[in-house]
């Protein structure tokens, strides 16, 4: 299966300076770019944990676009800013999918990123070329043995695996109440993904944007969310007034 494939970043081009499409492939039109760009993160939007390199920092996230299209990106970060205000550039490499496409592989956004990335896509580009190739996919994705921790499980699991299967059922009972979530506290979000998903219909999976490794934000409207930072009585009341539900990943350890 072939799709488009997007790149976003800070360049400075002729043209525009800034954070921008850094290249696309031909089959994504002006119109699926610029749905993209509302939801690309740009600088320091990626959380870095407490005792955690910037250079390990990474995000994964699926949304929609227009025209039944959807993306699956994963962010990272690049060489320094070149505008000299510091800090890291934010990168973020996508795959483009039909409506189709994603039926085929039933919505699985974590699947469909494990096996791209393990064929060697949604990874930081070394260039910027401003035309990129289509990716390749298989028409089935691998097969592979459920994460424990990251994508390559580099290291142990934070949470034993009692309080993921909790906060994957959890999160799955608010998402069908029409309730979004924001998971607090360490935690590695695969593994939980990955069981929230598979106790989702693949119908359901299609209406449930995610994201985790990125600061929260109001231009990008997640279903789910993950932070590092635990749950405190400002930001509890700060997720009510915008119509989140915390998990509380402290009161989950104590409870289970």
């Known amino acids: 299966m072939d799709v488009g494939q997007i790149t ?45 390199s910037p250079q390990d920092a ?25 505008s000299g205000r510091g800090g890291l550039s934010v990168v973020t490499s996508a795959l483009i999918f039909s409506r189709e496409q994603m039926e085929s592989y039933q919505y699985d956004a974590i699947a469909i990123a494990r096996t791209a990335l393990t064929l060697g896509s949604l990874i930081l580009p070394i260039g ?23 994508f390559i499980d580099s290291t142990p699991a934070m949470l034993p695996a009692h309080a993921v299967n909790w906060v994957a059922r959890e999160a799955s009972s608010m ?37 985790c490794g990125l600061r929260s934000s109001s231009r990008r409207d997640f279903q789910v969310q993950f932070t590092h930072q635990a749950l405190q009585p400002r930001s509890e009341k700060e997720l009510s007034r915008s119509g989140i539900c ?7 350890l104590v409870a289970t």
């Open 8 to 52: 976003y970043g800070s360049v400075k081009r002729s043209r525009m300076k800034g954070y921008q499409i850094i290249g696309k492939s031909s089959t994504i039109d002006s119109n699926l770019a610029g749905s993209f760009c509302k939801w690309a993160p740009s600088h320091d939007s990626l959380e870095v944990a407490e005792g955690q």
């Open 58 to 82: 990474w995000a994964l996230s699926f949304f929609p676009l227009v025209n039944d299209h959807f993306a699956v990106a994963r962010t990272v970060h690049g060489g320094p800013e070149y």
């Open 128 to 150: 910027k070329e401003e035309s990129l190739p289509e990716v390749t996919l298989p028409g089935k994705l691998l097969p592979l043995p459920a994460p424990r921790s990251d």
């Open 175 to 211: 998402l069908r109440d029409d309730q979004k979530v924001m998971i607090c506290g360490r935690c590695d979000p695969l593994p939980i993904l990955t069981l929230l998903i598979d106790q989702l219909k693949p119908e359901e999976r299609a209406e449930v944007s995610f994201a």
């Open 246 to 252: 915390p998990i509380d990943l402290r009161r989950v």
